[in-house]
T-cell receptor, first 115, second 116 residues
């Protein structure tokens, strides 16, 4: 089966610019996650969707970050405006269900560099 | 609140030697525990997980981990390292049965180097 797809793989922008990332989860997976992985750290959950509804966005900087999953399938994460500290790898993951034992499958990530 | 501590940001072993990557967690509820591996420029791949039952868990590529509740540990081991094991390894915890959502809390990671 196809894995989690993300695009672009790399993005370089100037600070204060906007950027958007796209994620297509594994077919049939109801739960979708966006993580931020700063160099030298483990991934940190930004937002979690169950179908097209948000179930956890407690660590999403809502003044500049937004995400949507309008049709309950693919998702976009936007940063507007970007700051230097947003430089990181943004990982998308999906799981069949939201329960804690369910494996999360990760995409390859988008590496963002903010200059 | 839950947290994960991985002791040693870098571990170096010789090919054929024992691999031991340490993970300690804190959780107010029975946790689910995971080990993920990340190869350069790739996403995370699940190595193994503990949910309930047997505390010694076997995973892919010859890795295994043991859940020790009394020590709040979930250390990852492999008897004989291979060059292809060089990667970054992340330990993670989720709330388990008491938590409705599959929220993973990751440790900072351990980079494993394997030399000839």
């Amino acid at each position: 089966e196809a894995g989690v797809a993300q695009s672009p793989r790399y993005k370089i922008i100037e600070k204060r610019q906007s950027v958007a990332f796209w994620c297509n989860p594994i077919s049939g997976h109801a739960t979708l996650y966006w993580y931020q992985q700063i160099l030298g750290q483990g991934p940190k959950l930004l937002i979690q969707f169950q179908n097209n509804g948000v179930v956890d966005d407690s660590q999403l900087p809502k003044d500049r970050f937004s995400a949507e999953r309008l049709k309950g399938v693919d998702s976009t994460l936007k940063i507007q405006p970007a700051k230097l500290e947003d430089s990181a790898v943004y990982l998308c993951a999906s799981s069949f269900e939201r329960g804690g034992r369910n494996e999360q499958f990760f995409g390859p990530g988008t590496r963002l560099t903010v200059l | 609140a839950q947290s994960v501590t991985q002791l040693g940001s870098h571990v170096s072993v010789s090919e054929g030697a024992l691999v031991l990557l340490r993970c300690n967690y804190s959780s107010s509820v029975p946790p689910y525990l995971f080990w993920y591996v990340q190869y350069p420029n790739q996403g995370l791949q699940l190595l193994l997980k503990y949910t309930t039952g047997a505390t010694l868990v076997k995973g892919i590529n010859g890795f295994e981990a043991e859940f020790k509740k009394s020590e709040t540990s979930f250390h990852l081991t492999k008897p004989s390292a291979h060059m292809s094991d060089a990667a970054e390894y992340f330990c993670a915890v989720s709330p388990g049965l008491s938590g409705g959502y599959n929220k993973l809390i990751f440790g900072a990671g351990t980079r494993l180097a394997v030399h000839p």
